[in-house]
């Protein structure tokens, strides 16, 4: 998985409480990435980062926000849960340039809300 | 571990044939297509990716074509071994840097 880890790996919440996921990479990509895969869609992209405290949404942000403050950590929020977000959650990272978009994905997060 | 393959399209694939997996994409402006396999219970899993220059590139066991003219996509596994069931699925870039599009993808299994 390049180095990338996500925590928790499960997390069972309650409508209505702020939940963080934490992804961790030891691989110095400057891009790193949320996603939601759900029964039937592809992965949808939440939020992504260009840099340390450089964001910017993606097509499905609304009740997330996100935080870069290292180049290692990317911290996803939801601010209260609801049930619409029960998914499997994963981060990916890339490097930087032209050529390399490939997209290295960590193992994901089962989150349930209640 | 974490996986998502309910009420996926299903290719069963006898061990030792070939596999053809394929993909409509919806951009003509994309420019770049990855094909993924996320295996049960773990992250997507870099296959194989072709830019939209080219219509045909090939790796070990695998092969892309890309038709442009009718956007479609497929994978081309030879001599499918047990170890390649998994979900595969397709991506396109097109628009913004780094904002890709991405398929539901598709259930293989390979029987023996």
């Known amino acids: 998985d390049a180095g990338i880890t996500q925590s928790p790996r499960h997390k069972v919440t309650e409508t209505g409480t702020p939940v963080t996921l934490r992804c961790h990479q030891t691989?110095?990509?400057?891009?790193m990435y949320w996603y939601r895969q759900d029964p039937g869609h592809g992965l949808r992209l939440i939020h992504y980062s260009y840099g340390v405290k450089d964001t910017d949404k993606g097509e499905v942000s609304d009740g997330y926000s996100v935080s870069r403050s290292k180049t290692e950590d990317f911290l996803l929020t939801l601010e209260s849960a609801t049930s619409s977000q029960t998914s499997v959650y994963f981060c990916?990272?890339?490097?930087?340039?032209?050529?390399?978009?490939?997209?290295?994905f960590g193992p994901g997060t089962r989150l349930t809300v209640t | 571990g974490e996986s998502v393959g309910l009420h996926l399209p299903t290719l069963s694939v006898q061990e030792g044939d070939n596999s053809i997996i394929n993909c409509a994409y919806s951009?003509?402006?994309?420019?770049?297509f990855i094909w993924y396999k996320q295996e049960s219970g773990k992250g997507p899993q870099f296959i194989i990716d072709i830019r939209s220059n080219m219509d045909k590139r090939q790796g070990q066991r695998v092969t892309v074509l890309l038709n442009k003219t009718v956007k479609h996509l497929s994978l081309q596994i030879a001599a499918t071994q047990p170890g390649d069931s998994a979900v595969y699925f397709c991506?396109?870039?097109?628009?913004?840097?780094?904002?890709?599009?991405f398929g539901a993808g598709t259930q293989v299994v390979v029987t023996p």
């Open positions: 951009n003509s402006a994309s420019d770049y």
């Open positions: 991506a396109e870039k097109g628009g913004s840097w780094g904002k890709f599009q």
């Open positions: 990916a990272t890339s490097l930087q340039g032209d050529a390399l978009y490939e997209q290295y």
């Open positions: 691989e110095n990509h400057r891009y």
